[in-house]
């Protein structure tokens, strides 16, 4: 497994950015799906982006896409979650997660498929 650490949360007015990065610990980074979840309070994590182990291929769910933009330097161990046009609803916890077995687009959406976690970093969007 490897250790992920996020940074970059915080509060922003709607419409505003904000960058959020992933740390991975190991020299094997390039070997791993990487994904970006949230989890709002009193509701299930979700799906937000993910990209692929080269870098070359990203997917988003509906509700962020043409706003976030996911990416992936491989050379700093280092995932990010670039967060334009902010709402309110996107106010959550965001969690990084890391996946050596992923290898088919279905599955990148779901939780159970990543065997690393980090430990999240709060976004807080205000009206």
């Known amino acids: 497994q490897v250790q992920l650490v996020e940074s970059g949360g915080g509060l922003v007015q709607a419409g505003g950015s904000l960058r959020l990065s992933c740390v991975a610990s190991?020299?094997?980074?390039?070997?791993?799906?990487m994904g970006w979840f949230r989890q709002a309070p009193g509701k299930e994590r979700e799906f937000v982006a993910a990209i692929s182990r080269s870098g070359g291929s990203a997917y988003y769910a509906d509700s962020v896409k043409g706003r976030f933009t996911i990416s992936r330097e491989n050379a700093e161990n280092t995932v990010y979650l670039q967060m334009n046009s902010l709402k309110p609803e996107d106010t959550a916890v965001y969690y990084c997660?890391?996946?050596?077995?992923?290898?088919?687009?279905?599955?990148?959406?779901?939780?159970?498929?990543?065997?690393?976690w980090g430990q999240g970093t709060q976004v807080t969007v205000s009206s």
């Open positions: 997660a890391a996946s050596i077995t992923i290898t088919t687009v279905a599955v990148l959406t779901t939780a159970s498929r990543y065997d690393s």
């Open positions: 190991g020299r094997t980074f390039s070997s791993y799906v």
